[in-house]
């Protein structure tokens, strides 16, 4: 039976949904090197017309659509606008690419089109990433490969956009094997697929461990996140189980590191006044066991900051009792007196729990979120916790999704990183595989070991290389690991420069704009064929 031309077109697209969604959902994300070119296909069938480019968008805003209900279906359990919110404007991103291409691709030369394709989408992954309130960071293409990190050790040098920039021209590649059938474009095809890999072949295998090395202890309480799961659970008090955890963690631990929020659960905690930490001052101490007498605890906390009359900053709240105040996840490190000797406040926050879009719509029909269900304080920057010659970047959960900014903590001085975590809202599903997974990233990108602590799962440590070290926690395990890591402060090109590949994109970019359009006032005029 022979498909018409839209059957096909549909066939197209579930297979490049498929091909695009396998590097999110546990599989390897190499098949993100051809997975463009189902579309690409479908663009070739059409022609210059109006019309046509409106069916063309139909088809590609399918494709993106479906690729992230494939991929983010589980945000919808904490919270359902999320994967609506984050899959429009994805989309619309993806679309400006893709869609630019296409319009191009009718009316100049083949190669200012893809160049646009190339740019423009890399610019707009960046303003993605970028921004402070409207960001998902989830779909951008490089992170596809946090399973393959082996093909990818030359994040160090690029970061995932350098990986996205490969996504892309693999495509092409691929996509002009079909146009053109000559053999020159398989072996350009074959040179940009195989090269990158041979590459990170070779700095994997030539990767120096550093001799210097630090024991990091990982606590994974396991306690659920939502109040009637606890109360199902009988873990409304969770301290008990806390302290024989810490029991079993090695006394040559430089750090001990508690999930995202762990102080939030523990009796008697809650909001933690910056102002007056010694109140929770004899419950840290209880905590801390006296063989532990070296060692320094991180906690993830909310802390609460107070103004008075003045509003101090742009997302303070004001509440009649005590007037103007900011809520922050934070990061506490504590030393065995209980007294916390530095506070690190997330700076990279969750659209729509931790960050509200347009808040000052919000503040005008006096609508208060609150807690830490609404709009928090922003973190000033990374900072360092020391503990003797060890220097522990302190990163809070999204953050990891950041590579530029998880690149500070290094510039900060961090010789290894800890990621701490609370990852249960998703409940068993893909979301906290994929964040541990893009640790992975992180690693290879600064090149610096991660001790990663999540109150759910998943626990477990990280190479400089993106590989698992020894054991993990995982959903639904509560336990204590401890490991030797390395210790770097060696600088990558990735840590000194940031995201320069989507930098110079936007760059090239507009240039590309400009020269369509003067070559098409230069057609128009009969100055070029």
Request: aromatic share 14%; proline share 3%; charged share 20%.
């Amino acid at each position: 039976m022979k498909l018409n031309a839209t059957n096909r077109r549909i066939i197209l697209v579930l297979l490049s949904v498929l091909l695009l969604s396998l590097g999110w959902l546990g599989a390897t994300g190499l098949t993100l090197l051809f997975a463009l070119v189902p579309l690409l296909i479908i663009s070739e069938s059409y022609t210059d017309s109006r019309g046509d480019w409106w069916r063309m968008c139909g088809w590609a805003a399918l494709t993106f659509m479906l690729w992230y209900a494939a991929t983010i279906w589980w945000v919808w359990i904490a919270t359902p606008i999320g994967p609506i919110t984050a899959a429009l404007v994805g989309t619309f991103y993806n679309l400006v690419a893709f869609m630019a291409y296409h319009y191009t691709a009718k009316r100049a030369k083949r190669a200012a089109a893809y160049t646009l394709l190339v740019t423009l989408w890399i610019a707009t992954e960046y303003a993605y990433n970028s921004a402070d309130v409207m960001t998902f960071p989830w779909l951008l293409l490089g992170n596809g490969f946090s399973s393959d990190v082996w093909a990818v050790q030359w994040y160090e040098y690029t970061g995932i956009f350098g990986g996205t920039l490969w996504v892309l021209a693999s495509n092409i590649a691929i996509f002009e094997i079909l146009r053109s059938k000559s053999t020159t474009a398989i072996v350009r095809a074959l040179l940009i697929v195989l090269l990158p890999i041979a590459f990170s072949l070779w700095l994997y295998f030539s990767y120096t461990p550093s001799e210097r090395t630090a024991d990091i202890a990982v606590i994974q309480p396991n306690v659920p996140c939502y109040e009637d799961e606890r109360l199902e659970a009988d873990m409304m008090n969770p301290l008990v189980d806390v302290c024989s955890l810490v029991e079993q963690t090695s006394a040559e631990a430089s750090f001990i590191l508690f999930p995202e929020s762990a102080l939030v659960y523990l009796p008697m905690i809650g909001s933690v006044d910056e102002a007056n930490y010694e109140r929770i001052s004899p419950l840290l101490r209880l905590l801390h066991d006296e063989r532990l007498a070296a060692s320094k605890f991180v906690f993830g906390a909310s802390t609460t900051r107070y103004y008075g009359d003045c509003q101090a900053t742009s997302t303070a709240h004001y509440h009649s009792r005590v007037g103007w105040y900011d809520r922050y996840n934070s990061a506490l490190l504590t030393n065995r007196d209980g007294e916390v000797e530095s506070t690190y406040h997330k700076a990279k926050l969750v659209i729509g729990v931790e960050a509200v879009p347009f808040k000052e719509l919000f503040d005008l029909f006096e609508i208060d979120l609150g807690g830490i269900t609404g709009q928090l304080g922003w973190g000033e920057g990374a900072k360092v916790f020391e503990n003797g010659d060890v220097k522990l970047g302190p990163a809070i959960c999204y953050e990891a999704l950041y590579g530029e900014y998880f690149t500070n903590f290094a510039r900060q001085g961090a010789d290894v990183m800890a990621v701490i975590s609370n990852d249960g809202w998703w409940g068993n599903t893909a979301g906290h595989r994929r964040l541990f997974d893009f640790c992975r990233l992180r690693a290879v990108e600064t090149r610096r070991a991660i001790a990663r602590s999540a109150n759910t799962g998943i626990s477990g440590f990280i190479s400089p290389r993106g590989e698992t070290i020894g054991e993990r926690l995982l959903w639904d395990e509560q336990g204590t690991l401890c490991e030797e890591v390395e210790l770097r402060d060696d600088i990558t090109t990735y840590v000194r420069y940031g995201d320069w590949v989507a930098r110079i994109s936007i760059y090239v970019a507009l240039l590309s704009i400009l020269n369509y359009v003067a070559y098409r006032i230069r057609r128009r005029n009969h100055l070029v064929d």
